[in-house]
């Protein structure tokens, strides 16, 4: 697996174990949730590959922010059109 689209998915699991941790006590653990997220990860990071639009010069860390944010924004765009 190209690294690009392992840090996508590393970021997508973070923001969804964060997502459930800032919610413990209120909601129980989805899973369906957990895995769609992680499938969101891993389309962008696919989609980062395919269109060498790897995040090269930065470190690890700098990728895994970039992609979250990467994953929220895609994410919050696909809960926006499936409310329509």
Same mark, same amino acid.
């Given at each position: ?6 840090? %996508?998915?590393?970021? %997508? ?6 997502? #459930? ?18 499938? &969101? ?8 590959? %395919? ?6 010069? @930065?470190? &690890? ?5 970039? #992609? %979250?944010?990467?994953? &929220? @924004? &895609? ?6 059109? @499936?409310? @329509?």
């Amino acid at each position: 697996m190209p690294i690009t689209i392992a840090v %996508a998915i590393l970021a %997508a699991i973070i923001f969804a174990a964060s997502g #459930y941790f800032k919610s413990v006590g209120t909601e129980n653990f989805d899973i369906q949730k957990f895995v769609a997220t992680i499938a &969101v990860g891993a389309v962008v990071g696919a989609v980062m590959y %395919a269109g060498s639009g790897s995040i090269t010069e @930065l470190t &690890v860390t700098e990728q895994v922010a970039a #992609y %979250a944010g990467i994953v &929220v @924004l &895609v994410e919050n765009i696909i809960k926006a059109i @499936l409310r @329509l």
